[in-house]
Every structure is written in C-alpha cells, then in structure tokens.
C-alpha cells in the first residue's frame, strides 16, 4: 500500500462579526421598554457605566413628553368628570405613612380559576376534588379538553396517587362540563355546541338546532342548507331561525368570552416607539426617549491606574478586569448610539414613502412598500430593516399602528396599488354580496377587474384567506 502527500487548495468564504456588530443587532431588535430595561440592566451588571449627570437625554428638548406618572393616568380619563374624586385628593402625609393608592387589576382571572372556584363551591370529595383539578389542568385555552379519559387516570394514579379509574374520572369530568362558561371540557367543536344547546330552554328553534348539530354536523360543516331542509323536514324560516341560535353559541368558551382573557396580546400595553406629528402639512417625528445619557465611569476610564499594595499577578488582574469593563460599557454606549440612528433613519424613510397616510391617516392612501424599498433609501441592509422595524409601533393622531402595518406588497409587479387598498375593496364587495349566493374567489376576481384592479383568482383567495373570510360555499346563509 503507498502512501502519498497531497496538498490541496480550497476557497472558503465566511464571515465574522464583531462584538459591538452583535450588540449593536441584539438591542436593534428590542423595542422601547425592552431597551429601557436592558440600560438599567446593564447600569447594575458593569460598575464602568454610569448616567452621565450634566448631561439631559438626547431629546429632552422636543423628543419627550413632560408628563408626570399622574398626569399620564389623568389623561386615561376623557373629561374630569369622569376623574374620581381621590386623584384630586392631595396627600399630605409624612415619608411614614402609607398612602393607599388604587391601581388597575385585571378582572375574571384565568380559565383555571374561575373553574377551580366554582369547583370549591361544589358538594365534591377531596379525592374528586383532586381529580377535578387534573381535569381543568389539562383544558387548552379555549376550553377544550386535551386528553383522553385513560391518560387522564393514568396520570392521577402514577404523578399524584390518586387510586382511581377511567369510571370515576368519567364521572368527574361530566361534573367538570356543568361549570360556566357553558361549553368548557368539550372534546371537539360538536360536543362543545351540544353542550351549550342542551343547557338552553328547549323551544322549537334550539331542538331543531341540536337535531343540525347533532346528526347533521356533516351538512352543516358544508352549509348544504338545501340537504338540511330535507333531512330535518323544516321550511326555509325554520332553518333560519335554527341556524340564528347555532350563530349565537361561542365556539371557544375558555377564550375571549371570559372577562380579562382576549389575549395576551389584547392585555399587553403598547409604547410606541415613533410619533408622527402632522402640523400644518409638515411631518415631525419624534422618538420618545426614556433612556439616559451614558458614560463610562471616571475611575474606569483610566487606563494606567494602579493599585497599591498589591503583586504583579494582582496588578495585571485588575487591570485586565477594569479593560474589560471599560470596552464593555464603551461598546454597549456606541450600539446605543447606532440603534438610534438606524431608527431614526429607517422611520424616516417610511415617512417619505408613506407621507400621505400621515397626512391623512387614511388607509386608502398607503403606497406598495416593502423592506428592500427602505434599504434602498437607507443603505441599510435589508436583515437590518427588518430588524429595525419589527415589534416597533407608530402612534399617529389616529391611533397606534405597528410598522408592519406599512409595508404591502405589491398585487402586481410595476403595479402602484398597494395591498391594503385591495383587500379594503375586496372586503366592500364580500360586505355586499348575496348571502345566499355568495360570489366565488373568481367572481370576486372578475368584479374587482372591473374596478381596476387587474389581480389573478389566487392572489383573491391569498387575501380572503388573510383577512379571515371563509370560501363562499361557508359564507352561504339560508
């Protein structure tokens, strides 16, 4: 066997980026309070950064609202009228004393405890008790259950101890689908609106109803409301007002139907990170700045400082530390400064394009717009406008709108009408169809091609789908 020696060459492209590149990405991403926290994070974690006292934040002159906490809470109020009486009240008490302050909590709590206390008030066992909480333990946030009857008496025997049976946790479960809101513990969406029919009063529309759902689900899955008058026997009226008392039951009663559960998203509160003034024709913008002026601390900031009565080994140790610091907080003050600059440049950008919804707040008005059109403004690279604009918000005197609102792609290419202003037409046009013959995605095509908007049948379900309108055949009333 020979052996050989073999030298090859190989092209390789990588690329590597610096420290302060990585930084400068990390807080690019994070919105207002992100930022806010991720300062006063850094303030406590490295002793070389401090707020620069002779210094006023970067905006303090027109950039930042003036309001105190009370003012900020007063203005929640629309007249003050509507103010109670105890924030007129002053309090004029010593460091000492405790003040009781009411503050906003959110109401209903979660799906689990509104069982659980309702469980708490029922005639239970300690060991149905028990079992009960498994149950609700293993509702989804609509209300669903999420596991089978076996795999729930599996888990109360090995995890909790509970001796029991699929039986008694049967038996349970039934107890379980009684609470409020009417509906919880259902298996899948029939099960879910049978629930709901039989706790209502039997009157002719609800038994009629139970018969649809409850042997006709398939039918009514289609909206083939022409088989369902035959399979129930019913005239056109009495389907309606079935069909009227289906409408009225809510799908998912774990979820927004409970007081303080629309969602995460609809309980977060929003900063807005830009404000777009419109004064007299001419845009300002202003980024609300909460951030302080930073600088690196002046014991850190020298780089031949000594320490007495210490060893070499010491010496080189703190002076390693204090460098290491000292580029830390430097680096972390200059990613600041970018990520400031690149927002400020990048909303810029979408202002010039966007000027005429600013002016206008009407939707109508916003132009096709995607990330490579700011990129090609900014210079910025185009993982950089995304960056940039993402969880970010604008508050107009409108309202307060995400930046992602702003971009829409363009129906056709070399087209000028944005995708906003299709999708409004084509929701006008749902809006007005004949709801027992409601017009197809191609219909739909051929009616906004003669409103000018030249856009293929795909492109018409792409929206619809979008905007959460069903097919026409799930559009059909009776």
Sequence with gaps: MKESLQLNQKQKLHQVLSPLQVQFVRVLEMNGPEIEDAVERELEENPALEVDSDTPPADSDDNTFNETAEDIQLADFRSEDDIPSYRFEAHNHSAEDRAFEPVAVQGGGSLMEQLNSQLAQMNLTDKQLRIAHIITGNLDDNGYMTRSINAIADDAAINEGIDTNPQEVREVWEMVRTLEPTGVGAVDLRDCLLLQLKAKPQTQDVKVAREIVEHNFDLLSRMDFSKLRRALKVNEEQLRDAMGVIRSLDPKP??????????????????????????????????????????????????????????????????????????????????????????????????????????????????????????????????????????????????????????????????????????????????????????????????????????????????????????????RNV
């Design 254 to 475: 774990g979820g927004a139907s409970l007081p303080g559960e629309s969602g995460e998203e609809k309980m977060r509160h929003i900063t807005p990170d830009f404000v777009v003034e419109n004064e007299g024709g001419v845009l300002n913008l202003i980024i609300p700045n909460r951030i302080p002026a930073l600088q690196v601390e002046k014991s850190f900031a020298d780089a031949d400082v000594e320490i007495s009565e210490a060893t070499p080994e010491r010496q080189a140790e703190a002076k390693a530390f204090i460098r290491s610091r000292r580029e830390d907080a430097a680096s972390f003050i200059k990613a600041l400064g970018m990520r400031n600059e690149t927002l400020t440049r990048v909303m810029s950008a979408i202002m010039k394009i966007q000027r005429q919804f600013f002016l206008t707040d009407d939707e109508h008005t916003l132009k096709p717009m995607i990330l490579k059109d700011i990129s090609e403004l900014t210079g910025y690279d185009i993982s950089v406008v995304s960056r940039a604009t993402s969880g970010k918000y604008v508050a107009t005197r409108q309202g307060i709108y995400p930046l992602k609102f702003f971009f829409s792609e363009r129906p056709k290419e070399n087209s000028d009408t944005s995708s906003h202003e299709v999708m409004a037409a084509l929701k006008s046009l749902i809006d007005g169809e004949n709801k027992k013959n409601p017009l197809s995605d191609e219909a739909i095509a051929e009616s906004l091609k003669s409103q000018g908007y030249d856009i293929a049948r795909r492109t018409v379900a792409k929206y619809r789908e979008k905007a959460g309108i069903p097919v026409a055949r799930l559009r």
